[in-house]
Every structure is written in structure tokens, then in C-alpha cells.
């Protein structure tokens, strides 16, 4: 159903959208969709680096003292 819109079909509803809602209510409403947007990618990063650190101190050197010192 959704492969037969096409370019004509997309700008009518999105004028049908503007008509409906006006342009400060869709305005606002992207400026929410681009703030979960960044606040998705910051968690990812958050994520990804919390994981690198977790498996860099499970990667760290565990030889004893007096093993160190007779190298």
C-alpha cells in the first residue's frame, strides 16, 4: 500500500498536515522529534563507552607484584 505514494502523494500530506496543525505546531513538533533524535545518540555513545571501559579494566594486567619485578 505505502509503495504506490510517491513524491505527489508525500507533498499532499504534508500540506495536509500543515493545513491541519499549523506551522508553529509542526515546527515545535520537529524541534521535539531532533531533541530525542540527539538524546538517542548521546545514550548510545554513553553506552558504547561505558562497555569500553568495563572491558578494559577486565583486560587490564593482572600480574602479580612479584612477578613485575623480575621482568
Partial sequence: MLNNIGIP???LIAVVVLVL???GKV???M???GKGITAFKK???DG???IEKSTADAARDV???AEKDKA
Fill in 63 to 65: 600480574t602479580p607484584e
Fill in 9 to 11: 502523494g508525500l507533498l
Fill in 48 to 50: 558504547s563507552e561505558e
Fill in 31 to 33: 524541534g521535539e522529534v
Fill in 43 to 45: 545514550g548510545v555513545k
Fill in 27 to 29: 515546527s515545535s513538533l
Fill in 21 to 23: 496543525f499549523g506551522r
